[in-house]
């Protein structure tokens, strides 16, 4: 398997964290701006946003063959107990409510098309290691692997497994940039 470049959501690819703060449906909106842009935004009339650099980032990992990943923790409490009564009453209710958000944030900005679908992983678990031992077992190596977050906690957790991190700063202006991306590629591939 070649490369692999894992991306967490909130605060690394888009500036809000999105099991508490966009609220469902979402909507697409043209924007009257004159420059063509499909602008998405929640129930609450709040624009859910990519970072500036994202789009840029995802096309170059892809035509360079380097396969994308997600890997996010749900944070909502709310949910997690949905998810929990889930679990323990078998209701499909609140099932994946996180996950639906987020997957439906992606197509909307149309990054779905690049990510491995059987590469996604969005779920309320106490380590990022969960996600990282599913991705490895998928064939994966570590020392082939980028991870980028803006959680120490999470990088911390890449690093002891062999992956390359890189901690992000989670703002509302940059996030992931493409100069980090590629630093981080050229790091692995002068390792090989």
Not at 35 to 52: A, F, G
């Amino acid at each position: 398997m070649g490369m692999l470049a894992v991306f967490d959501l909130d605060y690394t690819i888009w500036p809000a964290n999105a099991d508490t703060d966009f609220m469902r449906p979402l909507q697409c909106v043209s924007s009257e701006s004159g420059d063509k842009k499909t602008r998405i935004y929640d129930l609450r009339n709040r624009e859910v946003k990519l970072y500036p650099d994202i789009e840029k980032i995802f096309k170059f990992l892809t035509d360079k063959g380097i396969t994308i990943a997600i890997s996010s923790k749900d944070t909502n409490p709310g949910v997690r107990f949905s998810i929990e009564i889930e679990l323990f009453l078998g209701s499909k209710i609140f099932r994946n409510v996180t996950y639906k958000m987020c997957e439906r944030i992606l197509e909307l900005h149309g990054l779905l098309d690049y990510i491995d679908p059987n590469l996604i992983r969005i779920a309320p678990v106490q380590s990022k290691r969960v996600h990282f031992a599913d991705f490895f077992k998928s064939g994966f190596k570590p020392s082939q692997t980028a991870f980028f977050d803006d959680s120490r906690t999470n990088i911390k957790v890449a690093e002891k497994l062999g992956a390359y991190a890189v901690l992000v700063k989670g703002n509302n202006k940059e996030g992931v940039t493409f100069e980090q991306v590629e630093n981080a590629i050229a790091a692995i591939s002068k390792k090989q």
